[in-house]
C-alpha cells in the first residue's frame, strides 16, 4: 500500500494513443459484435512483434507509475525473454534495432518464440500497463482486408466477418498511420534517438538512458 502511495500519478498517453482509442471503439461499434475482444482475452498478447520507439516511450512512462514490485515484475520477464531471444539470434546483442532486419527475419524470430506472453500479462488475462500498451495492441481485433476481402483479425476471429468496415474508418485508420510517423519522427529529432522499431519484450526492459523516455 505503501509504494501505491508514493508511486506518481500515471500521466495520460499521447493524443495519437487516445485518438486510436477513440477509433477502435467506433469502429468496434459499427461492426455489431463481430469484434471479440472483450476482458481477459489475452489471445493477441502471445508472441512477439515490432513496435516503434514512441511505443517504447509510452511504455516506459506507464511502467515508471507502477508500484515498484509490480514493475520489477514485469521488467524481469522482459529481460529473461530478452536474453531468450538474443542467444537464438545473437545479432540483438549488438541492437535491438530492426531497422536492418527483413521481414522474413522478423517472421523467423515471431514464429522461434509464438509462445512467450507479453511481459505486462497478467494471470487473470489483463494488461499489467493498459492505459500505456502500444497502438497495435489499440488497433488489434478489427478486421483487416486484403484485396477487398475482409479477413478475422486474431486467432479467436476466425470467420470472415459478414460487415465490412465502412470505408471512412479505413481512410481514418490510415490518417492515424501517417501521425504515427510523424510522431515518431519528432520524437528521434527531440531526443537524439535512432531506429524506428524493436521487439516488444525490449519495450519494458530498463533503458540505458532513461532520460530520453522520462
Known sequence: MVDRLHAPAPPDPPPLYRKTDHWFQ???????????CKPGCSSCCIGPFPITLLDV????????????????????????????????????TKTDLLDTWSDQ???????????????????????????????????????????????????????????RLPAAFREEQDRLAQEEVA?????????????????LPYGFVPRDKPGLFG
Open 105 to 163: 527475419e522478423i517472421d523467423k524470430l515471431a514464429t522461434a518464440f509464438h509462445h512467450l506472453p507479453c511481459p505486462a500479462l497478467e494471470a487473470d488475462g489483463r494488461c499489467g500497463v493498459y492505459q500505456h500498451r502500444p497502438l497495435a495492441c489499440r488497433s488489434m481485433g478489427i478486421p483487416t482486408e486484403e484485396q477487398g476481402t475482409a479477413h478475422g483479425a486474431c486467432d479467436v476471429q476466425t470467420f470472415i466477418p459478414i460487415l
Open 183 to 199: 510522431s515518431l519522427d519528432a520524437l528521434r529529432q527531440t531526443t537524439g534517438l535512432t531506429g524506428e522499431e524493436v521487439f
Open 57 to 92: 516511450q509510452t511504455l516506459q512512462q506507464g511502467l515508471a507509475c507502477l508500484p515498484p514490485d509490480h514493475r520489477h515484475r514485469i521488467e524481469q520477464r522482459a529481460i529473461e525473454q530478452t536474453m531468450a531471444m538474443e542467444t537464438s539470434f545473437p545479432q540483438l
Open 26 to 36: 467506433r469502429a468496434s461499434a459499427t461492426l455489431l459484435g463481430e469484434v471479440p
